[in-house]
Structure formats: C-alpha cells, structure tokens
C-alpha cells in the first residue's frame, strides 16, 4: 500500500449549512513520516531528501508563526528583512487559506538550490547587513530570505488531535506548541554536529505569538517564545528598520479575534486583558455584539445582513442590502455605522425611521475635521426628530457588530503635519499620522511610522489592521508607495489599483509559456488550418493601432455571391487552457485602458507581435466565411482556423479615402466597396429590427459601449469605414454566438444586455412630457429607438443628445454569463437587438473572447473542451469576475478621464461656461457642459431653495428663479485638491443667458479642442483598439 | 484563490495523502453473516460498504437461463451512510444504476456458463460514504464472491480517480468530489487489466483522461495488493483452523 | 470498452503481480493445457489454465492415459455452496408421486448441504430411471414414498424446471425414510425395508447400504 503508516486522524465537527441544517462532517487525515525537517545539514531528512534550507546554528534562531502572527502581520511578514529563517506550519492555514498561500509564496520552488549555491553569499551578506541597514528602503526583493513549509498536521510525530474539551484555537496553539517542541529535540543530531547540548538547542527553536495565553503556555513548557512586538525590539540593533509594517493591532480587536470561539474558556486568559475597560461608555463607539450572539439574532430577525455600501463620496453615510428587508437599509453618521468600513458584511439592527431626505442630496465629500465633525454629530439628533415627524417609509439601521471585514489595501496620501509638529518630529522617530485614502468612502487611517517624512507628499498603499472602540479612525500600517502626489504615472497608478487592476509584471512563469521571439508558425501547424494566405486580407483599426485582433476579406464566387471573411487572431493557439498564462489572463479578464496607459491582458510579444494581424505578414487566425449574396443574405456559415496574411493595415481614415477615391480601381478599393455595401444593409435590417444607436460620444460611453473601449470615446470620429468594421464585428459575434450555443446549449459564454429599468423610463418620460415632448415610448428597443429620434426641440440642439444620455441613465448593464445559469428569454441583448450576442473579436484584450474561441474550437471538434468550460460554476464564476473586471476597468477609464479634466483645468486655471442641467436634487442640481465634454455636480445651499419632487424643480426662496432639468446655467470650473481627492468643482454663477448658449456644432468643435488639449498625445489613445 | 487548494505546493492533498495515494483499506472475508454464502466488508477510508452473496441457487422462475446462471444485485445506501440524513426509497435511481453497474460487471467476470439454472444474488449495503462508494461495492462484491466461492475469471478492483488543479488524483473522498471535477470510476481485472466497468460524466480532452486512467489503474493495483493479502490471510488462517 | 487482452504480454503478468502465498486465486494462472486437465475451480482460456477460486492447487493423476487433472481445493473459506451437477450424487426428498414420475427436491449435492431452502432445486426420477430392469413392471408406489429421503444421481439438467435424477443403480434409492406408523425403516432386501418398531413391511426401491 502506498500509505505508509495505518496512522490516520479522524475528525469530526459538526457545522451548518446554508439552509441552516446542522451536519455532522467526518474527516479523515493521514499522518506520515515521509515529511522533513528543511533544516540544512540535518542528518536524517536533508542527507536523505535534500530539503534543506533553513539554518539551525548558534547565532539564529529557527523562528515558528502563530496563527495570530500570521493573520495580522502579513505585510510585515512578506517584506521585513528580519524575519528570515522561518517554519511555516501548515496549522495556520486553518484560518485564512489566502494569507496562507501568500506567506508560502516567500518559499520559492527553487530555494533549496539556490541555497546551496549562495550558502558563502549569504553569510557575507550578514555581516554586512549592519551596514546598509539605513537604506529607507525595505528590500522587497529580498529573495534570500529562508522559508520552509513544514506540513506539521500531516506528520505522525506532530499530529494533534482535539481533546473532548479543547476549542478549535486551543488545539491549533497546542499544535504549533507541538511542533515547536519537536523542532526543538529533533535534529539531535545537528547539535551533536555542532557540539551544543540539548538545553540549548531548545533555544534556538522560538515561537513567536502575540497570543497572551498560547506564550504562557509555550513559555511554561520551556519554548523559547516572545511577541513579534519583543522580537523586533530585539533585534533593533540588526535591522534598525524592522517592524515598520507592523500592523497596528488593538487590544480589543486581539481579544475579539483570538478569542471569539471560547468565551466560556476564560479560566486560562492572562489576567492583564481583562484590565481593559468593558464599559460602553468609556470607548469612542459602542462595543460590537458576540458573533454567537448576532447569529442567533439574525435568525430570530431582531438583525439582519448585508454588505455595506457607502455612497460614492463620503465615509459617513452608506446602505445595506439586506436579506428579509424590503430596500436597502439607511446608515448614517460615525456612531451608527460603527466602525464598519465599505465591503463589510454587516449586522444591522433597524432603528426608528429616520428620513431626512439624504438621499435626495448630493453628499459634500470633504471629511470634515474633528471640531466640525463633532457640530455634526451634535446637530444631527435634531435632524433625525424632525424626519421622522415626516414618517417617510425609508429604513434605517445602525451596525451592531462586523461580520466579515472586507478590507482591502488602500491608495492615499498623508495628510500634512500642522507646522508645530513638523518640528518637533525628528527622521527616525515614530510617528502617528492621518492617512487620508483616495476614495471618499473610506474614513482616515492612522498609521505609525519612523519615514513620516519620506512619506509626505507621496501617493502610498495603506493596509487598515484593527479599529478598536476607542479610537475615532482605524489603525493600519503601510504597505508600499507608489510614487509622488501629483504626478501624472502615480495618479494613474492609484487609479488602477483603486479599481483593482492587476498591474504588476507578467511572472517568469507566465513568460515561459510564450513561444520564442523567433517563432515560427511551422509547416505542420499550416498544414492543419485552411490557408487563406493567398486571399486578400486587410484590417482596418485606429491610426497607430498595435494589437490589431481582427481583419476582413471577401472572394468573389462563380455564382455571383461573395465569400465574407472576419479573421480574429488566434489567441488560444498561444494560450492553453489552465497554463500560468491563461490563469494570469483570466484573472486580469480584460486590458485596461487608461488616458495615457495600456495595461495588457497578455504579454506584449502576443498582444502586439505574434497575435496582431499586422500586414505583409503570415498569421494564424480563427475565422468565420459566410457566403452572402449581394443582398447580404448568408447562405452558408463556415468557421475554421487559418492562416492569413493581411495585405494591408489600414487605419479608418485610409480605408475612407480609398473607398472614396473614384479613381483607385484596385481589388483592396473594389472588396472595401462591397464590404461597406454589404455592411450598410445588415445595418439597416439591424436598425429596423431595433437596435438603439446611442451614437453620442457620453451615451456610448455610459452604454458599456459593445463596440468600442470607454476611452476612445472622447476620440471617437464616426467614419463610415468604422461602423463597416462594427458592422462585421457584431454579425460575427452573433454568428458565433448561436454557434456555440447551439452546440453548447449549457456551457456557452454569451452577453446579455437586459431591458431597461421601467420605472426609470417612466421617469423619464414625465420629466419629458413636462419639458413638451410627449411622444416618448419605451415599450420596445424599437420603439424606444424611434422616440429618441424624433425627440428633438427646435430651438435646443443639445435636447437630443441629453434625452439620449438621460435614456443611458435608465439602461442596465450588459453582462457576460453561463448560459446554464440564466433563462432562455432572458439571453436577449437589448442595445443591440440582437436575439444572441457575445464577445468574439478581440480575444487579445477579452478573455471572454478567449473563452468562446475555445468553445468554438471544441464545437468544430478541433480541440477538446477544457476542464475550465465543462462545469457550469466554473463557468458563471469566470464570468463574474469578467464582468466586474470590465466594469472596474470602465470606472478606471472614466477614472483617468476625470483626472486628466482635472489636470486641465488645474493648468488652465478657473473658467467659465455653460452648462445644461440633468438632474435636479434636494441641495443641488447635475449638470453637463458641452463646451467641455464633462459633466459634474453643482452644489447649492439647500436653505435657499424650495424642492419640488413632482416636477424637479428648485427655487431660490427669495429671488423667482427657478431651476429645472433641460435648463442652461452659467457655470465656472476649477480644479480642487483638499484632501489630495483631486476633483472638477463647479459652481453656478447664473442662469445663462440666451446669448451664450453655445450651437451644437460650435460646442461639439470647442469639445474636441478641448479634449486634444486634456489628453494631449496620450499614447494610450493611440493605441486604443477599433472593435 | 479563496478556493480550497486540492494539491498544496508541498504536494498533500487535504487530508494529507500524495496524489496517487489510495486511502487506508481494510476488508474482512468472509464472516461477517453467517446466513449468506459468502460475505465480505469493505473499508476504503471512511467509506464502508458490505456485501453478501446467496447462492448458486435454484433460479427463480422467470429469470432462469438454461444456458448460464442468473446473477442479481441490490444495492441500499444507509440513511446514516451521508452527511446529510436521507432515505433511500429501494428504486432510489442511484441505487438502481450502481446495482446494475455492478451486475453487469461480474457478468463478465463470473463463469456463468458453470452455473446453469442457477442464480446467485448480491446484496451491497453502503454503511458509510466518504466518497468512492461505488468503487467500494465493486471491491466487497468481488471479495464476497470469493468467499462464497464461486468461480470467477479474475478478481475485479474498482477505484475513482479525478483531476484537480491539472494532476491527477486518486481514490477521492467526498470532499475532493465536491469539487465537482472529473470523477473516473474504473473497474479493471487484476491480471489482465481488462477493463470492466468505467463511468465518467465529464468532457474531458483525450490527455486528461489518459493520465486519470493510468493514475486509476495504478491506485486499482496497489489496491489489489491489499486485497489480495487480505484474502490469502483469511483462507490460510481457516486451513490452519480445520 | 474493449481492451486487448494482448496489452499485457502473459509473462509480464506475474511480474505485476507476484504470488505472494503458496494459495492461489482467482485469475493466476496454474499451467497449460499440454500439461493438465481443468478440473473444479479451475478455466481455461487461449491454452492456458487460471485458478477460478480461491484455494490450494492440486494436481491429480488418474488411472488413465490421460493427462493429469489440475484443480483447486477450495480453502475453507464459507462457501463453496454446490449446485447440482450432471454426474452428481444428491439427496432428494421425495415430495410427490405419480405413476410416471416421482417429484422431489435436492437437499444436498455431493455430501455440500444446499442452504438456502426458499427455493430449492427440484429433480424428478421418471419411470425409467428408478431402476435399470424390468422397467415396464415399475409400480412407484412400491418405490417411493412421500418425505423418503432418496440418494440419487443427476442424468441430466432436464427441462427448465427440474434436474432429472435417477436411482438405477444399487447403491441408489431410499436411504431413509419413515414406516406408516411413522418409525424409521431399515433396509431389508433391495426392495422391501421394515419398520423399526413394529416390524411391518413396506416396499422401496432400498439403496444398497454402505459398509
């Protein structure tokens, strides 16, 4: 038998599932012996498995993790330079899987080896270490450090089995104990070899917890232990940078942490946490409740649960979606949101209804001071009285307790020293400072550091810790710094990381994938595809266009038809399902395109050289032949992988030009003519069919655009060679669409774009009729196309461009899905009026498009399914990260868009210039200015106007100005950046004359000025993708 | 990442066995009914299963073959024998299938043709299921046979295998399933490795399944080793016994 | 599927799997067919013999010419459970009596009890198999009785529903059976047995009694 030893652990737990029934799990663990030591020279498991790469000698010491350290100190871990030689005990992965497989990436495959080699380096590099110890920098390439995982649960000797009245961290701690104890006596041998006895040996071995009661009891069995907070003091001397990354940890939340299984334990706690006062009054913010207790309180429904979403621009008011209760439940002010940060999962009790009419108000987003904070919250109550006197129906809650922290790391910069302070703090003193994060949702952070003033003026990555009852902000700890406030590459780089983007460099893993530079498509490979390479193929993309995904062709045939071609690169020869490079791009699932940044989805030697069908040169392809008559009609669908080679690479404006040149007889200017006829009448069946053309550069940009990226939309010049490349796009992504479905009625990837919201619509449409346009239907795409067209006012010629972008406010988003995991009816894309759609041409930058060629590849038979295709959770959870990684890469989009507004105006200093009013609230009102091609929000004291809900209207109580939806006002423009949030304030000046309402044109030619001066040579743009 | 990692980097799965590791198997023959003519208990890691064998017997009416012998199974999973406490009704699908699966797979390794007009049923009862319970059923039926001693052409293993996170593994129990990968059920013969029963739901491309089958046919010997000790333990200790 | 049977190269065989006792089971292979005979618990495919059970391996030589006879003993494992053979010696219970056949049931088959009783084989023994002469003078009632246990030997497999038997020879017939008072008979001629107790005469086709 392959096991080695009969030894096997059973454990059994009793858990709940979803649906609350209680389940009794047995599992069962082997235990073996075939597990190592990794201490270098050991006798019994190095000598024989060469697993070697810790140190067990005099002057180092072995160091062991508690669960604790592990969990709260990641960052201080994965970078502190004194942490180094360490055991990492499988024991703590019991708590957070992601952390744990974080720490274990320091042990790198090839460690060992490389340990040999540089055994004599390493030693050198000690002594030297004294010496470029004040380098501010912490070595995060510090890729000498030794790590070892040691799989303790699964050895015989190390294996700890719960005791009858044990808790589950009371045994993990014993385990960690155990191993300790082990490591201490194990390499007798080593100490033999070196010539130490036993007692000392023990000493080598040291347990580091923060856990008051596991340390009294290692400290009690004779281990070697102290708080990593000890540890870093120790060695001060070695490494005077140590513990800059140490989290902040509170008390309390140590407590809650640690302790929160085994409140009826409490026999063994160290008596000095019990000092901390428990008393609710004494902290800042009530205590939260017992995890035990909220989930019996929730099932009894005195509580409910959700995840806490702040509004978009402040960190004192949010909402919950809860589970049991209709709408979303109101949060509002310090106290009542308690501590909980945006993403949390929250317990939330319902209190009095408490409507003040918030959420008609545009929120200011400046974080006030603590002075102005405290006239807040003392003003507050009032309000809340007066509003429930209005007994409007909105809920309202207050957090009771965290159920999951859904911190993240955060991008920000300090906030400045007052100027007394700046002179007191010396270099290398520690010092408490504000850190204000870059998204007003999240509250200030406070963090300790010895750098303060190489962190000034800087853009940093910040790691909330702990938020403990007694402190006004959360504690947290730094992480990296990005680069200088201001500057243009760092603002981008906050930009991406804000929304998540994946930026760092494509692993050595990833980039051995890739075929050689040199690469060849061989003979064979041609052999096996249809090859297309004498045909004439051209593609037609954006000036400059590197990653060129698609091109076109077209045969005549004998019988008078064409044969259509759309050759879409190969990506997926390139990329194999579930090697690095395809799990790297399925996790960054799109490029992202920033202002003046790319960042790719796949390696640039594939993005812009192997993949990109660039002209003159043999490429493969996956293409799609249709037989069409000269009326557009297919007769006969073909999908094959090829090999092209495009004759040309033509940017939009040449193709135009060509086809427009009456002279130019060529076959590339005949088979564009037939192209762009053909395309003009699937357009037309398109359009009457249905499908909205929301043409202007905002909406297309609003719609999720299934044609082009968000930032090209600012350049966006409408050709007609460019709706020909649309055209073709859709008509092959559908194609393929009912392809793939057809063949794959339950594992097919398609794009659904649902209807939009009807109550919206119906919104509209009153504040339509009351401006006099009173033919507006949405009952249909269709019908909804045709209201948009006809909605036009004589004397505005900016009406139909607003009532389009106010229609986009009413549109759902597009989405990916698994058409398994959604209703046949429901597979519909609205915007496109298209029965079936879904993302086929540009897998270079969509890994959505990557999915469906591989299972267009496996319905033509070509290759198999892969594993990554044929389970629909699989599936639905690819597309769902797809799908919010292509929304957070449209927010970083209009993210570095609203950025760069801002550096414009930063630069030009204040204007002024009309704008049009979208949207009227409470306390102000949201207008677009055409002049600059953005849109902002304008505040306006909420004590000098009177809100008419009905029709949406403001007046000014004392003068008769009126303000509504469609009006034009006076604005002036500046650019702001309190708090390094840097935003476009605008304010109104007045209602604008008739005089200086700008014509259409004249606005649309100042827009486009604009935007050359806002973006400048933006590479970014240039290289922006056509389809 | 949040996803349980089957394979850890260290290369144990999670309960701490190598990918071609089997679990612990243990299996008694014979003895444990006094009643049937012969009967066997199967444990492969927490999955536990019985089997017992009546018979040769005089066919029933309507099933007699004059050519060969009629064999029958019936399978019950416990009530007991899952996480979640449910039960069965007799024509339980699964149950049905796993029953006919196994029939089917000692028609072919019975020698039939010795048993004319006679029947031999199979009774398997799945005490316990921690995953691979089919593949247990396989391994008591064929061990009840050969207490009852009834003349089969070889002895027949069964085990599962799957393929997670780009490797195969072997034997899976039930939280390995639960991953809802692959899941191979092989019963191949002994000797000549002959392939008996396989059972797969998954699409899986010709490489996959390639390395699964050959990771499958390893872990089905190392459980015929086991098997086999098993049975010749049992015989020489009831020889020495008489 | 089908999977050669060729794939494994018959030598390699017990290379994969090495005999690891002195028994043998079911699929080793025990000789060739140039050198053996098959006899019980063992099979023969492409020339080669195979254990079919487990148990010790035996080799036999008869008094013929012939080659010797290779079986396996089954080990003492709890079953060997025995189904009527042709050529087999069986008690039968006699359950019913025409006058051209008796119907009965199998007990036991070759000394090996028959457990499950729920549904017992059933034989008959036709009028010319009682006995080997004077056929056409057989009256059934002077042979058989209801409940006589009958020592007899299977003919055929017979029809679908029973195994027919015969007692055509001496040492075939009535071994036990009970007087109309209900005492056991002993055997007195080959045709007449008599009450234990009250000495009373009953006729049977008597199975010539062992030393």
Known sequence: MDVDTEDKRIDTFLRKTRRGKIRKIVREIYLRDDIWCGVFGCPVCDATHNTGVLTFSEDESLLLLDTNVVLHQIDFLMEDACIDNVVILSTVRHRNLQTYARLRSLCKADQQDRYRESVQKIKDRKRDRGHDADAMQVDTKDDSRRFYVFCNEFFSATNVSRKADETVNDRNDRAIRVAAHWYARHPASVQELLGHDASTASKRVLLLTNDARNKARAAAEGLATMTIYEYVDMLKHKFPNAGEKLAQLSREDAEDELRDEDELDEAGVAPSRLETPKEPSKGFFPPHMKESQIRDKIRLKELYQGVLRMNRTTCFEGYVACKGVEGDVRIHGRQDLNRAVDGDVVAVQLIAADDTGEDDKFLDDTQEDE??????????????????????????????????????????????????????????????????????????????????????NKRIVVAIDSWDRFSRYPRGHWVSILGDTGDKATESAVILKEHGVITRDFSEAVLKCLPPADFQITEEEIARRLDLRNILVCSIDPPGCKDIDDALSVEHLPNGNYRIGVHIADVTHYVKPDTAIDKEAAERCTTVYLVEKRTDMLPGLLTTDLCSLVGGRQRLAFSVLWEMTPKAEVKKTEFHKSVIKSSAALAYAEAQAIIDDPNDKSQLAINLRILLDLARQIRGRRMAKGALELASPEVKFE?????????????????????????????????????????????????????????????????????????????????????????????????????????????????????????????????????????????????????????????????????????????SDQCDVINVKHRNAQWAGRASVDLHTYIYFKKKGPSTADSVVVRVRRNGVQVSIPRFGIEGVVLLKEADYTFDEDKQTLSHKSSATTISVFDHLLVSIRADDTDFRNRTVIEMVRKSSPSEILSYEAAEASRQQVEKEMFGNAQGMAEKPAV | MSKTEFVSPEGFRIDGRRPSEIRTFRCQVGGVSQNADGSAYVEMGCTKALAYVYGPKEARRGAMKTQCGVLTCEVSLAPFSTADRRKRSRYDRQTVELALTIRQAFESSILLELYQRAQIDMFVHILE???????????????????????????????????????????????????GGVELLLGV???????????????????????????????CRDLYTAMETAVNDTALRLVHSK | MEVDEQRVPEDEQDKDFPQLLPLVTPGERIGHVSAYRAGAGVYERRGHLYASKVGEKLIEQDDSNQLPVVSVETAGLSGSPSVPFTGATVLAQVTRISPRRVDCIILSVEGRPIRDTSNPYKGIIRLQDVRPFEIDQIDMLECFRPTDIVKAKVVSLGDSRSFHLSTAEQDLGVVFAKSTSGHPLVALKWNEMECSKTKEREPRKVAKPSD
């Open chain 1, 703 to 875: 719609l999720d655009s299934e044609t082009a990226d968000p930032t090209d939309v600012a350049m966006y010049q409408l050709r007609e060679t460019n709706k020909l490349v649309e055209e073709f796009m859709l008509f092959a992504n559908s194609t393929v669409a009912t392809f793939i479905l057809e063949k794959f009625p339950l594992y097919s990837v398609l794009r659904r774009h649902p209807p939009p919201k009807e109550d919206a619509l119906k919104a509209l449409k009153k504040l339509l009729a009351s401006n006099g346009f009173t033919e507006f239907k949405y009952g249909s795409s269709k019908e909804l196309a045709e209201s948009l067209d006809r909605a036009v006012k004589g004397d505005d010629a900016y009406f139909n461009k607003l009532v389009r972008i106010l229609t986009t406010r009413c549109m759902n988003q597009a989405v990916y899905f698994c058409t398994s995991e959604v209703d046949r009816q429901e597979f519909f894309h609205y915007g496109l009026a298209a029965d079936l759609y879904t993302h086929f041409t540009s897998p270079i930058r969509r890994y959505a498009d990557v999915l469906v060629h591989r299972l267009l590849a496996a319905g033509l038979n070509i290759e198999g399914l892969p594993d990554q295709l044929s389970h629909k959770d699989r599936i």
């Open chain 1, 371 to 456: 002075a102005a904070e405290a006239d807040r919250m003392e003003v507050e109550p009032a309000a809340g009285g007066q509003a429930a006197a209005l007994g409007a129906e909105r809920k309202t809650g207050r957090v009771v307790g965290v159920i999951k922290r859904g911190w993240r790391e955060y991008c920000g910069s300090l906030r400045p020293l007052d100027d007394f302070r700046k002179v007191g703090s010396s270099a290398m003193v520690t010092t408490e400072r504000y850190f204000i994060p870059a998204d007003p949702r999240i509250p200030y952070i406070i963090i300790k550091t010895r750098h303060s003033h190489q962190l000034d």
């Open chain 2, 189 to 219: 013969f002994a000797r000549t490795r002959k392939v008996s029963v396989i059972e797969m739901d998954s699409k899986i491309t010709p490489e996959v399944f390639q390395e699964t089958y050959e990771a499958c046919i390893a872990a």
């Open chain 2, 129 to 179: 299921t921690d995953g691979g319970h089919k593949a247990a059923a396989i391994n008591a039926c064929n061990l009840a046979l050969i207490d009852a001693g009834i003349n089969i052409r070889d002895s027949l293993v069964a085990c599962s295998a799957g393929y997670i996170d780009g490797r195969p593994i072997v034997d899976m129990n039930q939280a390995e399933i639960n991953a």
